[in-house]
C-alpha cells in the first residue's frame, strides 16, 4: 500500500492548478443515466472516486469512453437498474444513481452505502423524498429497491439540507410528471452546477443555490457537453497549507465566490489573501491567529475543510474551538496530530479545543479518511522532521495529483510503496 513521506519546514512558493470538483463530478457523471445518448464531460478530475462512479456505470451497462480529462458516457446502453454491493461500497456517492435510475427505468436497485469513517450518514430522507414522488421503497438484503410507473411530482420537505439527498432528487424529478419543490434544500456550489447540466440536457430546474429548487419534469433529456467546476475544497487545501507554512501560492483555476467561508476564516488567522477573477494569492503570516470555526451546510465553513483547519490551529498562536456540527465522528485525525505533539481535546464528541503549540513534531501516521489525510499532509508540511502517512489510498479518492502538486510548490514529498 502506498504511502506519503514528508519532510517538513519549508515553505510553500509558487503556482498551482485546482481540480475539477469531486464533489461536482460525482452527481454530474450520475447524470447521464437520465440521458438515452452521449453525455461528454470535461475537466473531470483523475481520481479513485471517478474511477468508481465510471466501473459503476459500466456495470449497468453504459460505456464510458476517458481520455486525459474528458469522459464520455454513452447512457443509451444501460441494460441494468443494480448497483452491486461490491461497487457501491468503494463509495458512498454511489447512492446517486438510485434517483437516476428510477426516474428512467422505473426501478432501480442499490445497495445501502451503509456507514464510514466520518458517520452513521443515514439515506433516509433520499428514500422519504423518492416516496413523496411516488415510488414504492423497499430495503431487502442489504439493498434498496425503488419502483414507480413514472414519479410524480410533490413537495418535498428536508429536516435538514443534505447535498447528496438534494441531488439525488433533483435529478429523479427532472423526468417526474409534473412540478417537485424541494425545500430546505443545499445550496452547495455543486448543487448549482448540477441544476445548470441538467437545464443543458434540457430540463426545467429553477431556484438551484437557494432553499427553494423547482423542477418541471420533462418527458426525456438529451445530450450535452458538460464541464466540472473546480474543487474548491482542494483550493481550501491548498489555501490552509499556504498559510500553515508562511508561504506564498497563487492557487489558479479556482473559482473564488464558492470559497467565501474559507476565505472569511483564514484572514482572521492573520494570512493575506488577494482575490482574482479565477485564482487567488494566499500568504501565510506568523504568527498565526487562532479562530473559532463551526461546520455549516454551505455558505457556511465547509465540514470538508475542518480538518485542514484543525491542523492549521496546531501551530497558531492561542486556542481554537473547532466545532463539527455536520458529521458525529469527524475528529479522527485529532487523535493522528496529538501523535505529532499537537495539543487537542475533544469534549461531547464534535467539538474540538486545540492549544497552538510552538512546532510539530514528525511521526508516523495514518490516514483514516479523505479530509484527514489531508490534515495529516498539512501537518507534515510544518511539523519538524519526516512524517510517513500510511492508508493514503483514503487521499487518492478525492486529491488528484497532491504530491506532485506540493512538491512543484517546493515541499519535501513523496509516494512510497
Ligand atoms: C459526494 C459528496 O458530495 N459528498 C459530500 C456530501 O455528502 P452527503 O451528501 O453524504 O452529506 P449530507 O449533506 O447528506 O449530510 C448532511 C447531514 O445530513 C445527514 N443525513 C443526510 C441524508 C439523509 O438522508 N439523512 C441524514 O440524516 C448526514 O448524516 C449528515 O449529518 O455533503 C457533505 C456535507 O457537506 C460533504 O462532507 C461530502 O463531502
Ligand atoms: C466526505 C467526503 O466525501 P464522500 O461524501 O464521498 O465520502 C469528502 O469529499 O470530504
Known sequence: MDKIQITGGRQLHGEVNISGAKNAALPLIASSILVNGKTCFSNVPNLMDITSIRQLLEDLGASCKASNNCLEVDGSLINKIEAEYDLVRKMRASILVLGPLVARFGHAKVSLPGGCAIGARPVDMHLSGLEALGAVISIDHGYIEAKANRLIGNEIYFDMPTVTGTENLMMAATLAKGTTELRNAAREPEIVALADALNLMGAKINGAGTPIITIEGVKNLSSADISIIPDRIETGTFMVAAAATGGDVLIKGCNPDHIGGIINKLKATGTSIETFSGSIRVIGNKPIKSVDIKTLPYPGFPTDMQAQFMALMTVADGRSMIHESIFENRF??????????????????????????????????????????????????????????????????????????????????????
Open 332 to 417: 479522527v485525525h485529532a487523535n493522528e496530530l496529538l501523535r505529532m505533539g499537537a495539543k487537542i481535546s475533544i469534549s461531547n464528541g464534535n467539538i474540538a479545543m486545540v492549544k497552538g503549540v510552538e512546532n510539530l513534531q514528525a511521526a508516523p501516521v495514518m490516514a483514516s479518511d479523505l479530509r484527514a489525510s489531508a490534515s495529516l499532509v498539512i501537518a507534515g508540511l510544518v511539523a519538524e522532521g519526516t512524517t510517513v502517512i500510511s492508508r493514503v489510498y483514503h487521499m487518492d479518492r478525492g486529491y488528484e495529483n497532491i504530491e506532485k502538486k506540493f512538491s512543484l510548490l517546493g515541499a519535501d514529498i513523496k509516494r512510497i510503496k
